[in-house]
């Protein structure tokens, strides 16, 4: 395995799209709107974006590993580590993993200082919120991952749905509009899905660990219970985006992604072995991909019918 392809398993790269697309959403929403696109802002973003993202999953890997969470995800029976494992398996040191993880935190803050010279102030906002989220996720003080009282998952809407869509679109026009505000909750609330899902594949090594999740807290009946539920606000969001005009009509093909998971939950009962979860995290990950590309492709079409 080459280098690059150890960084991509180290930091989990083969999600980050759960990132980029809210950050095309907020620049596709400013074409359709304004009819402009300003494509170094928008590449800027997408790095920066990306790597912050990237920071986020291995300085969460650092943390769990020092709090040993992980190590208990690896030694508990049933349970699915979701680590890249480089940590507990001795792949790369602390001391590597560390330096790789600041590097990519030090990429995101140029890319913003760049950003906040080319559109405004309020990327300070938008950028150090999306920091602070991304670092205290499971660091402490805050150990937002860890209280079991939804801060995570409200931490997660807030960085994978207002701050890089409304952040992309203020970045491209140096304005706050509703309709980005709008747009960020179909996209933020699938990605949370994604992230809450994810606890059900090692939610008892969790509670070993002292990890807190609402899963941990809740149990598998009802969290299986509010799963279901966050699917469905999340499509409603997306008809409430057409009703006010922040989408076009046929953006509600999107809601045909619904299909395929709820098919995954119909197969689940009210306790399962971790490894039946896999299935539902595989269609949450596509259930979120698909619909946000849908959504931008929407606004793309409609900037193209609208403005050429």
Known sequence: MNIFQQFKKASRMSVIMVILIPIALGAAGAYAWTGEIRWIPLLLSLIGGGAVHLFSNMINDLWDFKNGADGAAKETEGAISTNSGYLTNGVWSYRQFAAVTW???GIAAVCGIALVFMSGPLVWLFAGLGALIAYFYVAPPLKLGYRGKGYSEIAILIAFGFLPVAGSYYVQTSEIDYRAVLLSLPIGLLTTLILFNHHFLHWKADRAAGKRTLVVVWGERRALQFSRLLLL??????????????????????????????????KLGATNESVKYLPLMGAAVKSSTRCGLLMVAALLVQGLTEWL
């Open 233 to 266: 606000i999340a499509y409603i969001c997306l008809i409430v985006c057409v009703l006010a005009g922040a989408l076009p009509l046929y953006a509600l093909l999107g809601l045909l992604m619904i299909i395929p998971i709820y098919a995954v939950y119909n």
């Open 103 to 105: 590097t990519l935190f």
